[in-house]
């Protein structure tokens, strides 16, 4: 499966962004979804989690109460509300693709991932 994340930008801190990732080539309702964030100079790190039919979802502590994670099965879409952002959200994302619902935050288990989307909060 081929992942296309978007929506990405500049936004001051407080505002509001939602990214999107469009998945292509696959049965996207087979697969867990995943948003992932790298900041510069440190690790990738999990965000948050959502399962084929959206009946779970985990999010980071840094994130939760402030990011939703949805996804839309019949859009082959994954979308990652974000509201109240911080100087230290400014990352760039990733989404992510994997067959199992194990081990949900650890980078290594997705199989699939897309190509990142800057995200920049301004203080």
């Known amino acids: 499966v081929q992942l296309q994340a978007s929506g990405g930008g500049l936004v001051q801190a407080g505002g509001s962004l939602r990214l999107s990732c469009a998945a292509s080539?696959?049965?996207?309702?087979?697969?867990?979804m995943g948003w992932f964030r790298q900041a510069p100079g440190k690790e990738r790190e999990f965000v948050a989690y959502?399962?084929?039919?959206?009946?779970?979802?985990y999010y980071a502590d840094s994130v939760k109460g402030r990011f939703t994670i949805s996804r839309d099965n019949a859009k082959n879409t994954v979308y990652l509300q974000m509201n109240s952002l911080k100087p230290e959200d400014t990352a760039v994302y990733f989404c992510?693709?994997?067959?199992?619902?194990?081990?949900?935050?650890?980078?290594?288990?997705?199989?699939?991932w897309g190509q990142g989307t800057l995200v920049t909060v301004s203080s």
């Open positions: 080539g696959g049965p996207f309702g087979d697969y867990v």
């Open positions: 959502i399962s084929r039919s959206s009946s779970t979802t």
């Open positions: 992510a693709a994997k067959y199992t619902s194990r081990v949900v935050a650890r980078t290594g288990s997705y199989h699939y």
